[in-house]
């Protein structure tokens, strides 16, 4: 069936280092992917999407690009900030289904 | 986009009880879904909530304890059966956009079953 399999975290990173997030996905078709972050006491908000393959998502300095041929999104920032502490969500949404399916979830943590 | 107010933000509740969860969007949508997101975990559908008709619930998630309205276009609730600790979690109510291309959600409920 449908899945995602995201990078386990936590993850602790000084302000202005280069983050990666990966993210791998298993989908029958042609599938819409996303990542979504949830700030701390908020609900999920979405930071970025790519519907076809290579297509760069990109929001706020964060970027994904869709690679069929690896069935991967990895999340990249060249330069973190304290406010990108949150946790982010890989997802996918099948092309035919109305379900969305999340990965387990990694919290990053900015330090200064 | 679709702006989701959902309500009470969190909650205490005793064991045994029941507390129900509101969901409220400022558009008509067609379907509603209902997530569950347990301490350190992903989020786990519970159920897909359509106006008119009964809910679809996923594996592992029951109506009796999960009951589901969904009265019209614009609001749904979830309620929370005869609540044990292992209900402790957070509660997410979720839209999609007209082509289900993106996902949009309520700042959730947080709830501790005590």
């Known amino acids: 069936g449908d899945s995602v399999t995201q990078m386990e975290g936590p993850v602790t990173l000084s302000e202005e280092a280069f983050l990666t997030i990966n993210c791998t996905y298993t989908a029958t078709g042609y599938p819409s992917l996303f990542w979504y972050v949830q700030y701390p006491g908020e609900g999920l908000q979405l930071l970025l999407k790519a519907t076809k393959a290579d297509d760069k998502g990109s929001n706020k300095g964060f970027e994904a690009t869709y690679r069929k041929e690896t069935t991967s999104f990895h999340l990249e920032k060249g330069s973190v900030q304290v406010s990108d502490s949150a946790v982010y969500f890989c997802a996918l949404n099948p092309s035919t289904g109305n379900q969305f399916y999340f990965g387990t979830g990694t919290s990053l943590t900015v330090i200064p | 986009s679709a702006v989701i107010s959902q309500k009470p933000s969190r909650d205490i509740c005793q064991r045994g009880t029941s507390l129900t969860i509101q969901c409220q969007v400022d558009s008509q949508v067609t379907m509603m879904f209902w997530y569950r997101q347990q301490p350190g975990q992903s989020l786990t559908l519970i159920a897909t909530a359509n106006q008119g008709s009964e809910a679809t619930y996923e594996s592992g998630f029951v109506i009796d304890k999960f009951p589901i309205s969904r009265p019209n276009l614009t609001f749904s609730t979830l309620t929370v059966s005869n609540m044990s600790p292992e209900d402790s979690s957070i509660y997410l109510c979720?839209?999609?956009?007209?082509?289900?291309?993106?996902?949009?959600f309520g700042q959730g409920t947080r709830l501790t079953v005590v």
């Open positions: 979720s839209v999609g956009d007209r082509l289900n291309t993106e996902a949009f």
